[in-house]
């Protein structure tokens, strides 16, 4: 079969869904890997997966008629190009604009795979509301036709059936994008009270609370290390560089910028944190187990998946400083714990997050199994 693999960023079909797109290939299936804005250098890291690459052209912030309308021909005329037989698209505007384009082809069986909610679907002003309104439309037309949809976590699945945006028949449900345990391996935790924070700079990944929790607990323990890793994002909840470097100069965060390969940071902290508002299952806390860290994250839809309150790391209430800096002192006063958590993380990594699993279910999922 021919199938086409849509993301947002190129470097996501590597990153993301290289073992997956590997894993296609495998079963003797066709692939075209679809994204937008790549570099040549980009181009070739996922050619050389072994697929042929196509560029579509998208305004990822916000909903501009006229760029959608070009994002929803580009992928109609990739499709009647290509023929494919099978569609998989993720993150919202593929998956909208990919699910409507495929409309237009009975014959591709189109599966959108929800990786989390996002902006459009937090809580806000009128215009976030009117914003949201607009997306759960576009999603029910998206998705009315479609073979399939998949989530990574059970609260995002019953946001979209609760308010009709896929008929229940049609969901699935898998753990994530999965870990790969041989990239991401098991390295000894260091002897320091290290923090690090792997995220994008924006608003809903809790970056703020994390700083103003890093605050908190130097005045008392000025010895801990709180890093932060992450690139600018251009979405309306970026935050700026000049806000992430003013945390540094105050020195109660080290911005470490950004980096392709995350694994010399995880290998470097002692406890992993996420303050996220909301994930779809976060990638980088799979990361940080797989490698043997404890885990602090917030108890909201796809991180609370990710761990067992007491045994592998620490849940805290979203945007609760305080309670996030109570938890990073609790670490700090009992390192004799890291190493059972760290043990337990890695334990619930590989049972439950193993990318070759989650990779064969969705190959059964959308039939691609020999």
Known sequence: MKICIIGALPSSLINFRGELIKSFLNEGHEVIAIASGSTEIEIDKVEQLGVKYIDYSVQRNGLNPLSDIITLLNFRHIFDTERPDIVLAYTIKPVIWGGIAAKFFPSIKFYGLITGLGFAFQKGDFKRSVLTAIVKILYRFSLSSCKGVIFQNPDNLNVFTNNNLVDDKKTHLVNGSGVDLCHYQRVALSKKAVFLLVARLLGDKGIREYAKAAKIVKKLYP?????????????????????????????????????????????????????????????????????????LTTNVPGCRETVVNGKNGFLVEKENVEELAEKMIWFIEHPEQWIAMADASYEIAKEKFDVNNVNRKLIKIMGLNS
């Open 223 to 295: 010895d801990a290390i709180f890093q932060l890793l992450g690139p600018e994002d251009p979405s309306p909840d970026g935050i700026s560089i000049r806000e992430v470097n003013q945390w540094n100069v105050d020195g109660y965060v080290d911005y470490l910028g950004e980096a392709s390969d995350v694994r010399p940071y995880i290998n470097n902290c002692s406890i992993f944190v996420l303050p996220s508002y909301h994930e779809g299952l976060p990638r980088t806390v799979l990361e940080a187990m797989s490698t043997g860290r404890p885990i």
